[in-house]
């Protein structure tokens, strides 16, 4: 079966920055779509950012797209994101998944979850 586990959260200071991982295991990481969600305390899950097959195209919600950067090293089965410039309003549970569509931005269009990784930012 595959899996999913994400690295990399914890607490930071408002302007730090975090990078976090998300080790696959199981199928055939090479031929999904991967991305990243979120869902902060009160509100719904969040499309964050995907990235394609081989990395050459990405996507970003606007609220992070001059902040933070979505890649992928095939080899490793592992998908990253960067988050520089981090703000209170990022502070949520970030999971990562694997896409069933071309860089999908809605939770019905990934087939598999992490359990996720808690990213708290203070002011």
């Known amino acids: 079966q595959v899996q999913l586990v994400e690295s990399g959260g914890g607490l930071v200071q408002a302007g730090g920055s975090l990078r976090l991982a998300c080790a696959a295991s199981g199928g055939t990481f090479s031929s999904y779509t991967m991305a990243w969600f979120r869902r902060a305390p009160g509100k719904e899950r969040e499309f964050v950012a995907a990235?394609?097959?081989?990395?050459?195209?990405?996507k970003y919600t606007d609220s992070v797209k001059d902040r933070f950067t979505i890649s992928r090293d095939n080899a490793r089965t592992t998908v990253y994101l960067r988050m520089n410039r981090l703000k209170p309003d990022d502070t949520a549970v970030y999971y990562c998944a694997r896409g069933r569509y071309v860089l999908g931005v809605t939770p019905n269009t990934y087939d598999y979850w992490g359990q996720g990784t808690q990213v708290t930012v203070s002011s």
């Open positions: 990235i394609s097959r081989t990395g050459d195209t990405t």
